[in-house]
């Protein structure tokens, strides 16, 4: 792939790349990440390692593991909310906040998950996929595929 997509936190002091996603973008509605990103839902996106690279400002991460032990990376100048790993993912991937994103990137969401733990206030309202908790839990809707 030739194009690199850019993106960075609020303050600019970390920055990134990703030459090519893997073709599978969520909403999790999650408490977890509706605090972190202090947002309905975290739109994530996912990358593989070799793919991904901090071009600037590494030292500026700083990582929060939750009671899950999933792992919540964010800037430690302005709190942006960068990148999530959970221990239970597959080690190859890096899950990464869309929003951070400066450049339009070729991916968009494709399924809403931890819908039943989501705020009542913020329901899904497209025809996405809804599941009840991760996408190989209970599916909650029809949506289209």
Same mark, same amino acid.
């Given at each position: 792939?030739?194009?690199?997509?850019?993106?960075?936190?609020?303050?600019?002091?970390?920055?990134?790349?990703?030459?090519?996603?893997? +073709?599978?973008?969520?909403?999790? %509605?999650?408490?977890?990440?509706?605090?972190? %990103?202090?947002?309905?839902?975290?739109?994530?996106?996912?990358?593989?390692?070799?793919?991904?690279?901090?071009?600037?400002?590494?030292?500026?991460?700083?990582?929060?593991?939750?009671?899950?032990?999933?792992?919540?990376?964010?800037?430690?100048?302005?709190?942006?909310?960068?990148?999530?790993?959970? +221990?239970?993912?597959?080690?190859?991937?890096?899950?990464?906040?869309?929003?951070?994103?400066?450049?339009?990137?070729?991916?968009?969401?494709?399924? %809403?998950?931890?819908?039943?733990?989501?705020?009542?206030?913020?329901? +899904?309202?497209?025809?996405? +996929?809804?599941?009840?908790?991760?996408?190989?839990?209970?599916?909650?809707?029809?949506?289209?595929?």
């Amino acid at each position: 792939m030739s194009e690199s997509y850019r993106g960075s936190c609020l303050c600019g002091g970390i920055r990134f790349e990703v030459d090519e996603f893997v +073709p599978r973008t969520g909403n999790c %509605h999650c408490s977890m990440c509706r605090k972190f %990103h202090g947002a309905a839902y975290a739109t994530i996106a996912e990358a593989r390692r070799h793919h991904f690279r901090w071009t600037s400002g590494e030292e500026l991460l700083k990582g929060y593991t939750a009671s899950n032990s999933t792992t919540r990376s964010f800037c430690s100048s302005c709190g942006s909310s960068l990148t999530f790993a959970s +221990p239970d993912a597959d080690a190859d991937l890096v899950e990464i906040a869309l929003a951070c994103f400066d450049d339009e990137v070729p991916v968009k969401p494709d399924a %809403h998950i931890f819908v039943a733990s989501g705020a009542k206030w913020a329901a +899904p309202v497209d025809d996405l +996929p809804q599941y009840e908790a991760g996408r190989d839990s209970r599916r909650i809707n029809q949506g289209s595929d």
